[in-house]
């Protein structure tokens, strides 16, 4: 029997490249977020951590503007470095804010988890888009074969035996990968749920990823749920 050959209707292989636009919306998103958290739980002053973050967006950019089509070693070490700059910036003021629980005042904390928690889902979506199987260059561009091993294994890497309509998107009939906004889901289901939903890690590093990301959100819902006992008892 002939071997069915990919779907290029449907196939995110074909494009010129990912699209630079919506991780970058997210970098801006989470600078601006960070920007505007309470001097209280900033680790340095006010604008130094941002400022970092947008020159490494910056340069970013200027490598691939509108596609994500051009890769060396040191833009993809870039990337990574800027997710994690986001990360742990993140994780300094969340641990400066757990700390702050029974001075603060509730509304101040009640904002400033919020903001660690969308930052949260931010940074880790950004470094989970970069690492999984060689990041948007490797996956657009790289044969599968050639493509490092997967991270994280979609609903659609095993769609391939199901009904017709949803084989038409999976991996293997569709040549799909996924891009940012998947990635995005993935984080924002798991600082959501504390835990893998339909996406499943499948590497040592994406579990102690998704480990510390869980329980970084855990703690800023404990924050909430702090601060929603301390207004019952006002």
């Known amino acids: 029997m002939p071997t069915s050959r990919p779907d290029r209707s449907v196939s995110r292989r074909t494009a010129a490249g990912e699209n630079r ?3 970058a919306v ?14 209280s739980v900033q680790l340095t002053n006010r604008l130094i951590i941002p400022a970092v973050e947008l020159l490494l967006l910056v340069a970013l950019i200027v490598t691939n503007p509108r596609r994500m089509t051009r890769e060396t070693r040191w833009s993809r ?18 641990g400066m804010l757990v700390s702050e629980v029974s001075s603060t005042n509730g509304n101040h904390l009640l904002v400033a988890a919020m903001q660690t928690w969308v930052t949260n889902v931010i940074g880790f979506a950004l470094l989970y888009w970069e690492l999984d199987r060689g990041g948007p260059v490797a996956r657009r561009r790289e044969d599968r074969s050639d493509i490092p091993a997967a991270d994280w294994r979609f609903s659609q890497d095993e769609n391939d ?23 995005a889901y993935v984080s924002l289901t798991n600082s959501s749920a504390f835990s893998p939903t339909d ?7 994406a ?18 749920v702090a ?8």
């Not at 996406?199 to 590093?205: K, Q, V, W």
């Open 199 to 205: 996406t499943m890690p499948l590497t040592s590093r």
């Open 77 to 94: 070490w870039l990337s990574i470095g800027l997710a994690t700059i986001v990360i742990l910036a993140n994780l300094g003021s969340l």
């Open 21 to 23: 636009l919506p991780p």
């Open 161 to 183: 035996g199901a009904v017709v309509e949803v084989k038409k998107t999976s991996s293997k009939s569709a040549d799909w990968i996924p891009i940012f906004v998947d990635y």
């Open 207 to 224: 579990k102690v990823l998704m480990g510390i990301q869980a329980t970084a959100a855990l703690l800023t819902s404990l924050v909430l």
């Open 227 to 234: 601060f929603a006992v301390g207004s019952l008892g006002q």
């Open 26 to 39: 997210a970098v801006v998103v989470a600078i601006v977020v960070y920007a505007l958290l309470p001097s």
